[in-house]
């Protein structure tokens, strides 16, 4: 069964520093999501992306947020300057016609 | 705004016993309508799904989910509990008539299941 996979599973990183977090989208998905959990709250909707442009995007993702399509088949979710405070678990979710979306594992993000 | 409320925070059953979870949402219309698990560590996996049709929706894992209209309630059913299904559970809604598929998620459900 097709998979919507993550990378990396873990990242620590240092406060002011860049990170890059990679999906891959189940194949012929053309939505694409990023949420994020921090420990012990709710998953709350970050950003969406159809048609390499950003459809949607919460008042969470500001400035220091971006999202890319690179090459066709990864989508990125790059943070430019982390916080103490952007520590979570960032899902990447994607969905094709239907309107189920469909989670990777997570990756989560440690900013010391 | 859509919002979605899960009472319990936390719930322990026995082994063997039934479970109901509940969600209470809230919108404009009927919204798309979902169930998500979440194992420890894990991504979120999807139980079930209401789009429309027969109000009482089958998922997997033996899970079964009934969404009331006149309650604004979509709460998650199980017969018979196995020590397997000890994780926290995910009510989340999706509009229908605006165009926005972000999900709006619960804060969940801890299930603990006593052997």
């Known amino acids: 069964e097709p998979e919507v996979t993550q990378t990396p599973s873990h990242q620590v990183t240092q406060m002011g520093q860049e990170v890059i977090l990679r999906c891959v989208p189940i194949s012929n998905h053309l939505y694409f999501y990023w949420y994020r959990q921090i420990l012990g709250q709710k998953v709350e909707f970050l950003v969406s992306f159809y048609n390499n442009e950003i459809s949607e995007k919460s008042e969470i993702f500001d400035d220091q947020f971006s999202v890319e399509r690179p090459d066709g088949s990864n989508f990125t979710l790059k943070i430019r300057s982390t916080k103490l405070e952007d520590s979570a678990m960032y899902f990447c979710?994607?969905?094709?016609?239907?309107?189920?979306?469909?989670f990777g594992p997570g990756t989560r993000l440690t900013v010391t | 705004a859509q919002s979605v409320t899960q009472p319990d925070i936390h719930i322990t059953v026995s082994e063997g016993a039934s479970l109901e979870l509940r969600c209470n949402y809230s919108y404009g219309a009927t919204p798309y309508l979902f169930w998500y698990v979440q194992s420890p560590g894990q991504g979120l996996q999807l139980l079930l799904k209401?789009?429309?049709?027969?109000?009482l929706v089958q998922g997997i894992k033996g899970f079964e989910a009934e969404f009331k209209r006149s309650q604004s309630s979509f709460n998650l059913r199980k017969p018979s509990v196995h020590w397997s299904d000890a994780a926290e559970y995910f009510c989340a809604v999706g509009a229908r008539d605006t165009g926005r598929r972000a999900l709006t998620f619960g804060s969940g459900t801890r299930l603990q299941v006593q052997p």
């Open positions: 979710a994607t969905r094709g016609d239907s309107y189920e979306q469909y």
């Open positions: 209401y789009f429309s049709g027969d109000t």
